[in-house]
């Protein structure tokens, strides 16, 4: 996978580090100054390594504007440094102290409906307001300048996970930012004219102060301003972090900075390809949504998505459950050994290390019910002996640290897309984005395959299969790096609603779908979307839902066609040899079962193997490389013991062999054996 295009900083600190990190957000503020030394000590115990410090602190570290009290801080952050534990430390802009919304209440802010979003949660601020902007500077220059020399320090943690309660700001003040960030796009009206189709419906614009944020209207809104206004709220949530950020890269160039990236979501929030390029580390979040029938693959995923966000480099997993969460409709605790493997999925596709929110569960405020690293019970519960296990158990994957992740198949993902392919008065409104690309990663999973995920354009030569899954609109360039990529040899399977139209949305005309028409040897002349609970049938004797066009072939040859429905006859899964490679069609979303037939199919014609041969069903297995060095982790889903044909040392039990056994729900991480010479030249 390509390195990130990174504006990363020259000279900051090696991430990573040289063992994996292990910790939680740490919130002592919420607790009587008695508990920390306790802390500290089981901090000890557990083989914590960093914790996250003053995330959500600013109203007590400035009670008053201007008015600062570090004492408190100071205090934490000596003990943390006598303990040798590392402090990630936030600049403590999250969540704005309620001094500013009753002094400034313009910097509240405000929904598409004209809502005020009052102080009572948290992160109620509009990020385009200068006032804001001004006093989360001041608190940042305050804390960079106190703790730059400061022994504990290791990472800086910018605010906490940038928009994720408020994406988009409605109010005046962002829409004066708006204008301005479209006149820097557009550079004159009448460019701008053009991108959103104003001609339509009596919406052009004769003046840039006629433009407005897509507010509620009286109907749909139109499709470029909404697109264009997600951009400009990533950009601009994107501009209050660099800003931060800067005054802290001033005072401690060398320390890395981050923020935390939400990675389950089910609507996108910010443009995390762009986020990426800020951040010295990505570091991200994920939380189990224990509803699922497989909740382990979706995590996958979005370990995927990190690793992919971080051009294959190692990440950190910032933040994760010990066991239950207080925001889902039914909060099931994890069960036992569910933390560690969890834990593990994320080490495995690249995370250097696990942390968790967070410490001490909190017992007052909206999240007490939120598990953490010592629980309400204490010590004495199952809980913490996990926590204590987790960090026996990291501890000793010292070298697995800074290896990469090896894949041979790539998921194209684009935040871009996942707005527009979600926006209304669409073929239908059931497309959601992150389904067909989970589900086909989830094949995958099945087939003991891992995945990168990477950005539209970005270098597809390390690959030999290439997803492309409802990539509803796309640049001309980014289409052509697909195209060539099947030009030398790769296999591409496009889905349906992909390439329709581009980065305006404007339709690509001639026939669907657009920018893929003539790799994928087809033309689409119609959608013909189904209705909820309507299903068809194709001659392979798949079952499909949601979606079907009338396609035509052109070139292509047909896989399968429909069997019944208004498309009978019609090709539904198509196959073009193009260039020396295959570039496939999936027209329509096959049922679970079917789809992991058809992806084993194309697996095996493009050559791409499993992590190890023959894996059983429920076991997870990756690679992560360092040099002529390699690392197999297992991690056993099911309730068998298994035993794999992997020869080295596992590195927990440090046993050796040309067979590992991972017992029932257990893990195992093998330094693969090198071959000898000898070996090798099957001597
Ligand atoms: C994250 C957030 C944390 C905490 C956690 C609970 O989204 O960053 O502060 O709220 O969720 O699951």
Known sequence: ????????????????????????????????????????????????????????????????????????????????????????????????????????????????????????????????????????????????????????????????????????????????????????????????????????????????????????????????????????????????????????????????????????????????????????????????LVHLLRPEVELAFCADMSRGLAGGEPWLLMEHSTSAVNWQPRNRPKAPGEMMRNSFQHVARGSDGAMFFQWRQSKAGAEKYHSAMVPHAGTDSRVWREVVELGDALGRLDEVVGSRVEASVAIVFDFEAWWNAEMDSHPTDAIRYRDLAQRIHRALWDAGITVDLVRPGAALDAYELVVVPTLSIVSDAAAEVIERFVADGGHALVSYFSGIADEHDHIRLGGYPGAFRELLGIRTEEFHPLLEQETVTLDSGATADLWTEHTELEGAEAIASYADGPLAGGPAITRHAAGSGVAWYLGTRLADDDLAVFVDRIVAEAGVHPVLPELPAGVEATRRRSGPTTFVTVINHTDDDVSLPVAGTELLSLRMGDHHTVRAGDVAVIRERIPTPVESFGV
Do not use: K
């Not at 102290?97 to 109620?124: C, F, I, K, N």
């Not at 307001?129 to 940042?140: E, H, W």
């Not at 804390?143 to 400061?150: E, L, N, S, V």
């Not at 005046?172 to 796009?185: G, I, P, Q, T």
């Open 1 to 288: 996978m390509a390195a990130r295009d990174a504006t990363a900083r020259e000279g900051v600190t090696a991430w990573p580090q040289h063992s994996m990190v292990f910790g939680a957000d740490y919130n002592p503020e919420q607790w009587d100054e008695s508990v920390w030394a306790e802390d500290l000590v089981l901090m000890r115990d557990a083989g914590v390594t960093m914790v996250s410090v003053a995330i959500f602190s600013w109203a007590i570290l400035e009670p008053r504007p201007d008015h600062f009290e570090f004492g408190w801080l100071d205090r934490v952050m000596d003990g943390l440094a006598e303990a040798g534990v590392g402090a990630n430390l936030a600049n403590a802009t999250a969540s704005p102290p309620p001094w500013m919304g009753s002094r400034w209440p313009e910097t509240l802010p405000v929904r598409a409906d004209g809502t005020t979003l009052w102080p009572g949660g948290r992160q109620h601020y509009c990020p385009s307001s200068p006032i804001f902007r001004r006093r989360a500077g001041i608190l940042t220059e305050q804390i960079a300048a106190r703790y730059a020399d400061h022994p504990a320090l290791r990472m800086w943690h910018v605010g906490n996970e940038f928009g994720c309660h408020v994406p988009q700001c409605f109010c005046d003040v962002s829409a004066a930012a708006f204008r301005v960030w479209l006149e820097e796009r557009y550079g004159t009206l009448d460019a701008l004219n053009d991108a959103w189709g104003t001609s339509f419906w009596s919406q052009r614009y004769h003046a840039w102060e006629e433009i407005h944020q897509p507010r509620t209207a009286t109907t749909w809104q139109n499709p470029t301003q909404q697109l264009d206004h997600h951009r400009f709220s990533s950009d601009e949530l994107l501009d209050v972090y660099r800003n931060e950020r800067d005054i802290l890269a001033t005072h401690t160039p060398t320390i890395p900075i981050t923020t935390n990236f939400v990675t389950t979501t089910r609507r996108p929030i910010v443009d995390y390809w762009r986020w990426a390029e800020h951040v010295d580390v990505v570091a991200s979040d994920h939380y189990l």
